[in-house]
């Protein structure tokens, strides 16, 4: 196989064919942090669980309620129980979200959160983007097809209507286990032509797939990567005024989604 | 909290309380690359399953049998459904970590595969280290207390009776998403204290801590990293050879665990 057929196979779009088409009817939201989870919570009235959906013991936490016809659920990994910070990155987001498609088996995942953004790519604080496509930048394999699987492309669902109806920025989000950059993290950011930096897309992207299950990614933007602020200072400065505007983007995108068929977004 | 009680609180052992010891019956061995686990299920007699453990699509493989009156279990997440190549990485062995804790309920989890080594701490191509610590050096968080949730140290399960009985070495693992090393890997990987390197350790045992079964790591060493040969080419020309030597060792393993309680690892 040539390296560009690989690339253009792995970036394939999870396309819904006639057979797959289907209304939407269950949801699935997940979120890193209580912080970002919160005022969707709200927005959509959703009810705290009684944890019963997941293992004993584990800090995974449900809200679920019925919002204009849909079942939705917004699925948070809850605080580390060691240190009570929100359980962020890939590892928690993968296992949470794996776990949840096989209790739930939603028809549409929708990743929300926070993302850092690149001012040179567009990005601006308070923006909110639907990506198109989802890479790693922090998994460097250098041995020949280990290095694609590492990068982990992948388009995101195609969503040309809701783009249009929302007005959403569209640009590549690229994840990575840290909040930092380092110099090789940039390097493959650049190579991933990525707008956006976040922790936990792309291996949202890898579960989805495969568990066969469209996932679509809304990523507000809290800091300026290539800006002049330290990345975790802004974000901490930025986090309740666009985690408040992440609320009301994911609360429209559901209004949208709300009586749809899949191939109807 | 000071920053020593909580580093202390985060590396605590997972220790084994008098209600909580038993007769290990049943074992769940995970490993990343098929070269790895081929000679463990060849030594140990173990049969392909039919696959209907793991969710219909997965490319996860379990290996199973009867061993020296243990219930074996290797687990192998398989061939990447777009690349073709092992699904090595944090992501996968957490996925197929969790599902396979889920569903068969394990006494013990040993991770068993290759790592890189340090010469600087000792270590030699084809050594088998028994790992007291892991932690993660590719998750850098600069906010207090997420920055310790990031590196993700562990204590291993306690096995002085095993290392004393196998005479296999004792360092730190250190855990990443890369084949290859760059400055700030380095640095954390000193901070680490780490003797070993390899692509999946901390986070299998995030997931046993998650879940709260004892977890050990067999680690094999491939590749000197701060040695003059290129990661990447080193590692594939030892692979053969080290992987009989981590199979010997794992099967050594196996033959001390049978019959004993965990107390008396």
Redesign the interface.
């Known amino acids: 196989m040539a390296p560009n057929d690989?690339t253009s196979?792995?970036t394939q779009p999870a396309l819904v064919s006639n057979a797959d088409d289907r209304r939407i009817s269950t949801l699935l939201i997940t979120i890193a942090m209580q912080a970002e989870a919160m005022p969707i919570v709200k927005r959509l009235d959703l009810k705290k669980d009684d944890g019963s959906l997941f293992?004993e013991?584990?800090s995974w936490v449900r809200y679920h309620g019925t919002y204009k016809n849909l079942n939705v659920n917004v699925i948070w990994p809850g605080k580390?129980?060691?240190?009570?910070?929100?359980?962020?990155?890939?590892?928690s987001a993968?296992?949470v979200t794996?776990?949840s498609i096989?209790a739930l088996k939603p028809d549409l995942i929708i990743n929300a959160g926070t993302a850092g953004g690149f001012k040179v790519k567009g990005a601006n604080v308070g923006d909110v983007y639907l990506p198109s496509d989802v890479a790693?930048h922090?998994?460097?394999?250098?041995?020949p097809?280990?290095d694609?699987?590492?990068v982990g492309s992948r388009k995101t669902f195609s969503t040309p209507e809701l783009l249009k109806a929302l007005n959403l920025k569209i640009g590549k989000l690229s994840t990575?286990?840290?909040?930092?950059m380092?110099?090789?993290d940039d390097k493959s950011i650049i190579a991933n032509d990525a707008t956006l930096k976040d922790m936990e897309g792309a291996?949202i992207a890898?579960?989805a797939?495969?568990?066969?299950v469209p996932a679509i990614f809304v990523k507000a933007v809290t800091d300026i990567v290539d800006g002049d602020k330290p990345t975790?200072e802004e974000f901490?400065q930025n986090l309740a005024a666009v985690t408040a505007a992440l609320g009301e983007a994911v609360t429209r995108v559901v209004d949208f989604l709300s009586g749809k068929l899949l191939s109807q977004l």
């Open positions: 690989q196979e792995v293992p013991g584990v580390d129980a060691n240190l009570g910070v929100d359980s962020v990155g890939t590892i993968s296992l794996f776990a096989r790693f922090d998994r460097r394999i250098p041995i097809v280990f694609l699987y590492g990575g286990d840290s909040l930092d380092s110099p090789e291996a890898y579960v797939d495969l568990l066969k975790s901490l």
